[in-house]
């Protein structure tokens, strides 16, 4: 079949799967009208959307070694950039994003400037390039430009050794996101959330390797699509009468801006404000009154349990109490990092609004400037990270040629757009809702979605609303949302119908799990491919290294699961440590590799053991969920953007250690000429 009547029959299929889908909505919207219990929405969406994804799986299934690697090299450019975009639309960005935008403000921008310039990146360093050497994995690329004079071995395994953990760390970041999607809208714990939605994560990419993935995820990506455009659209033509939100939330965002002004001097705030501070000053008192304060703390807490006891109070309160003697720190050393810990959130409590329109804001010059720093750094690790990807990278390995893969990119970058022009618009419409429907509103009376929200994670809750000074108004100070359920839940805050809440987590689980199914598929490739079939078992048969694949694919999902399971971090948090690790170890030699023929081996294992080696150093030093202290910050740059220090770390390394060494193989820059020739 040519190209061009391949293309046109793709035109069709998804032409009509998207009339079926549209045709899907409008049932439902009648199914609820007609007083469908909202339970039932939730499930056929869900049910509906994970058979059709499973159906292109079984349908995609094949053993073929170029086909399951790299779908046969003959994915179009605009279905590939649909593809890839499904592939870079993960949780994070879907649920994630317009949060932390929410929560943050302006310095949430850094996340959306970072990742969309990272694809122009993409388009004049990377992909091209890639797709011109024409092989399966990035291992194989570095194998095969960092040569060595007897084998390739050594930095084939460090290439591993970074897919692998850079994949994984992202994996998990998704697989937390299906959990949550997936709890929320069955009302199954947790954990046991994860584990169904892994299954129909690996359906897709089991069966059918990156076949599968890719006719899978343009279905995702048309999905994606609906559920973050509909909600915007509705809420933009209700408060300003202009469907065009991406144009017209600016007059919303101007009266939030006037809001802030009021809630900054409002009595009540000050009120709340100030018990937070007096919060952050006990628990300043305890660190310094070390180790006395946390034996007095301890014998406090158990005499109020049994005190309880013998008062024969309510169970609730008995509970309560137990729970938080268990809870309490074991040793002088925990109890130092977990009031410290207390001391920073309720400092941060204590503080004015964040202004939702003020480029870094900060109370003096100085804290402004650290802002400003460290969004800078962060748009530069998300920009290199981007770059150097290796779920994203393999994407170009699967168009037909060169021409098509600066296709793929352009039309990637067209579909991430379409996405990314529209988060800031919901984060101020959600915003504009909860300023004025829910602060400033009786305790009496919370909406629904509160209780719903609070009770699907019970021991770290997404929503808090407590009433510090006892008025029994709701101040904004009191509000604790979880960035992770702002865009989730943004149809339940606008009360809009039970539909779309179905369709919005229909399309946060396309996004995370097209991703999921990527990064499961990098890893499992990596080591089945660079591994076994390169170092270990040269002459396996194609079948058999298609196997070995899919039981690798298996192992690690599980594992990936077991530790979202965990709750290790916020999506957010882990998807920058894994961009600051890529940028790290393998922007310097893919960049590098491409156009400094003098890169030689030596230069390269260097270039990634220590860029490497410097994020995971400042990583832990500084973030204290890893022990770190924030006081070991360099030029007070946060942890998320330790990438700012690895990658010219790493250059450096490659540089000095290439021009120390003898020139590279002979072969090595033979390879160079070829990929960067028209």
Same mark, same amino acid.
């Given at each position: ?18 009339g ?14 007609e ?15 994970i058979v ?13 070694v170029?086909?399951y690697?790299?779908?046969g090299r003959r994915?179009p450019g605009?279905?590939?950039?649909m ?7 993960s ?12 929560l ?5 921008l ?8 990272g694809?122009c990146?993409v388009a004049?360093?990377i992909?091209?390039?890639l797709?011109?050497f ?13 040569r ?7 930095i ?12 994984f760390i992202?994996v998990?970041?998704?697989i ?9 809208f069955?009302g ?10 892994l299954?129909?994560?690996l359906?897709c ?9 890719t ?8 999905i ?8 915007v659209?509705?809420?933009?033509a ?12 600016g007059?919303?965002?101007?009266q939030?801006?006037?809001i802030?002004?009021k809630?900054d ?11 937070f501070?007096?919060n952050a ?6 660190v310094?009154?070390?180790p006395?304060?946390w034996?007095l703390?301890?014998i406090e ?8 006891k ?8 008995i509970?309560?109490a137990?729970?938080?003697l268990?809870s ?5 050393e ?5 009031w410290l ?8 409590r204590?503080?004015?609004p964040?202004?939702?329109?003020t480029?870094f804001p ?5 804290a402004s400037?650290i802002?400003?720093n460290?969004?800078?750094?962060l748009?530069?690790c998300?920009m290199?990270?981007t770059?150097?990807?290796p779920?994203?990278?393999?994407r ?5 040629s060169?021409q098509?893969t ?6 990637t970058?067209?579909f991430?757009l ?6 800031p618009?919901l984060a ?8 004025t429907?829910l ?20 021991a ?7 009433d ?7 101040q ?6 979880? &960035?992770d359920?702002?865009?989730?839940a943004? $149809?339940?805050i #606008? =009360?809009?119908p039970?539909?779309?809440s179905g369709?919005? +987590?229909?399309?946060?689980?396309a ?7 990527g990064?499961?598929?990098t ?5 089945s491919?660079?591994?076994?079939y ?10 058999k290294r298609?196997?070995v694949?899919k ?14 399971s ?26 590098l ?8 081996q030596?230069g ?5 053991a220590?860029g490497f080696?410097?994020c995971i150093?400042?990583?832990l030093?500084t973030?204290p969920a890893?022990?770190?202290?924030? &006081?070991?910050q360099?030029?007070?740059?946060a $942890?998320?953007? #330790? =990438? ?5 770390a790493?250059?450096? +390394? ?13 072969r ?5 000429h070829h990929v960067?020739?028209?």
């Amino acid at each position: 079949m040519s190209d061009r009547s391949f293309f046109w029959r793709l035109v069709r299929y998804y032409g009509w799967y998207t009339g079926g889908f549209i045709v899907l909505l409008v049932v439902l919207a009648i199914l609820e009208k007609e007083g469908l219990p909202r339970t039932w929405i939730g499930y056929l969406f869900m049910f509906a959307t994970i058979v059709l994804y499973a159906g292109i799986g079984i349908m995609s299934r094949t053993s073929d070694v170029s086909e399951y690697y790299v779908a046969g090299r003959r994915v179009p450019g605009l279905f590939n950039g649909m593809a890839t975009a499904a592939d870079w639309i993960s949780a994070a960005t879907f649920i994630s994003l317009a949060g932390g935008l929410y929560l943050q403000g302006f310095d949430g921008l850094a996340y959306i400037v970072g990742w969309t310039g990272g694809y122009c990146l993409v388009a004049l360093l990377i992909a091209p390039y890639l797709r011109k050497f024409g092989q399966y994995t990035i291992p194989d690329f570095l194998a095969a430009r960092y040569r060595g004079r007897t084998n390739s071995n050594p930095i084939r395994i460090l290439g591993v050794i970074a897919t692998v953990v850079i994949s994984f760390i992202y994996v998990v970041a998704q697989i937390y996101g299906v959990g949550l999607i997936t709890s929320r809208f069955t009302g199954v714990d947790f954990s046991v959330g994860i584990f169904l939605g892994l299954a129909s994560i690996l359906v897709c990419s089991f069966l059918g390797g990156m076949r599968a993935i890719t006719w899978t995820q343009v279905a995702q990506y048309i999905i994606i699509l609906f559920a973050y455009l509909i909600p915007v659209v509705w809420l933009s033509a209700e408060h300003t009468n202009n469907p065009v939100a991406q144009i017209s939330y600016g007059s919303v965002l101007s009266q939030i801006t006037e809001i802030e002004k009021k809630l900054d001097t409002d009595p009540k705030e000050l009120q709340v404000r100030a018990i937070f501070k007096a919060n952050a000053d006990d628990y300043d008192n305890r660190v310094r009154n070390l180790p006395k304060s946390w034996e007095l703390g301890r014998i406090e807490a158990q005499q109020h349990l049994e005190l309880l006891k013998r008062n024969n109070s309510s169970l609730i309160e008995i509970r309560a109490a137990n729970r938080a003697l268990n809870s309490y720190p074991k040793t002088p050393e925990e109890a130092e990092r977990k009031w410290l810990e207390e001391k920073a959130s309720n400092l941060a409590r204590a503080e004015p609004p964040v202004p939702q329109a003020t480029p870094f804001p900060g109370s003096t010059p100085e804290a402004s400037d650290i802002k400003r720093n460290n969004f800078l750094a962060l748009v530069f690790c998300l920009m290199l990270g981007t770059a150097s990807l290796p779920h994203i990278l393999m994407r170009y390995y699967t168009t037909s040629s060169v021409q098509e893969t600066r296709k793929s990119v352009f039309w990637t970058l067209f579909f991430i757009l379409l996405i990314y022009l529209t988060v800031p618009a919901l984060a101020v419409l959600v915003k504009y809702y909860i300023y004025t429907s829910l602060v400033g509103s009786q305790y009496a009376h919370l909406p629904e979605w509160v209780s719903y929200w609070a009770n699907i994670d019970k021991a770290n809750p997404l929503v808090s609303i407590t009433d510090f000074n006892h008025d029994g108004i709701v101040q904004l100070s009191e509000i604790t949302l979880d &960035g992770d359920m702002i865009v989730l839940a943004t $149809p339940e805050i #606008a =009360g809009l119908p039970y539909y779309i809440s179905g369709l919005v +987590a229909a399309g946060g689980l396309a996004a995370a799990l097209s991703t999921a199914d990527g990064l499961l598929l990098t890893i499992s490739n990596a080591l089945s491919h660079d591994v076994y079939y390169k170092m270990i078992d040269p002459h396996a048969s194609t079948a058999k290294r298609v196997t070995v694949s899919k039981l690798l694919l298996l192992v690690v999902a599980l594992l990936a699961a077991y530790t979202a399971s965990l709750k290790p971090g916020d999506i957010l948090s882990m998807v920058g440590a894994a961009f600051s690790l890529a940028a790290s170890t393998l922007f310097p030699v893919l960049a590098l590799g491409v156009f400094w023929k003098r890169g030689n081996q030596q230069g390269a294992i260097a270039a990634m053991a220590v860029g490497f080696s410097t994020c995971i150093y400042y990583m832990l030093h500084t973030y204290p969920a890893l022990g770190g202290s924030i &006081g070991g910050q360099w030029f007070h740059i946060a $942890p998320m953007a #330790a =990438g700012i220090f690895g990658v010219p770390a790493g250059m450096l +390394a490659l540089v000095v250690v290439s021009l120390l060494t003898p020139p590279p193989d002979p072969r090595a820059v033979t390879l160079v000429h070829h990929v960067r020739a028209p």
